[in-house]
């Protein structure tokens, strides 16, 4: 039953997903190259001015699919409200059924998120544009590259295992569930509260690992895709400027040359001895382009090339839904990804929406 409240829950899921992931250093904030942080009904707005119901209903297809799949194949599936980075676990699940159920989430998830985020729409009819614009080529080759992003399953794992293990004990420890013992209405009351403090206490770490899931999950992974600046092949390269090593890469210009007749002339007018400088541009001008234009990303031009990289510039525009973290600068794991975003963003990001995880842990 709870599958279908996740089907209705997609509208806020998407604007979950987008609020968590949205990514706006001080530093940009102060120098005015990105607005302030958004808030959650600023984004809810943002999505519905600019991509209308449909960006409200983006992850359907991935919620559905991951639904249908837990629902018919794994019978100790715990579901939860929405599509969380935190995996659901049923009290049946053991530590082998916890960490498979998590990998074939993780998945699910992955797909969803990338949907909900993506500036592309997809479409629903065409699988193959879909899996082109939410996979790079070295994910669809090799599926398993997905579980091995950098803190992307660890993050995971340390949220169902700690809730699982620890939380849960805990948590019979204070209220056992299963228990004849009729208790006073003072002790029951100091029970109840309990299981209070314990979420509060679970949201404290659980929240920080559900926004680094969230953003890790959106973070792609190109298999050393060559970039301008690195080693690349010839075809797809731009000539790097002019050097003492590589000169015939960029040919100059020929210097003028001056002509001088044989017969001296005595020029009538004093002006005509002001020499005449060539109409081009300097020489020297080549090699600065032929820079700037070596920064520039090179995509292969074929079938196979990731249609939603380089397509969409990180700058402010008012048709950007959310600034998503600069792909070019990915996080390195899951430690790496809590400290910068401490460092660039402040830490009260890491607790975005942190009541939906304190409701969630009573489910």
Known sequence: MLGFFELLAVPFTGVLVRYRSASHPKTAVEDGSLPPPPTFISIAKRVHRLQGFEGLTRGLMPTIGYTLFFFFFWPFWGPKFYLSPFPPASERSGLFSILLSTAFYTFFLVAAYRSITSPRKLDVLNAREALHILFTVHERKKPSVILQTPGLLPAILLNVLFYHFVVRSISQMIYPYHTPEIYSFKEEWIRRAGLVVLALFSTAICTPLEVIATRLALQRNYGGLAII????PAQNTVAPAATPSNEAAVQLPPAPVDVVSETPTQPADPVAEKPEYPVDKPAETAAPLIADMATQLVVPADS????????TPFVDSDDVVVHLH????????????????????????????????????FI
Do not use: H, Q
């Not at 794991?333 to 990001?349: H, Q, T």
């Open 229 to 232: 600046g690195e080693a690349t």
């Open 326 to 361: 600069n792909e070019n600068e990915p996080y390195l794991g899951l430690v790496d990804c809590y400290k910068r975003i401490v460092a660039e963003e402040g830490w009260e990001v890491l607790y975005r929406m942190w009541f939906v995880t304190f409701l969630g842990s």
């Open 304 to 311: 196979e090339r990731d249609l939603e990289r380089g397509l």
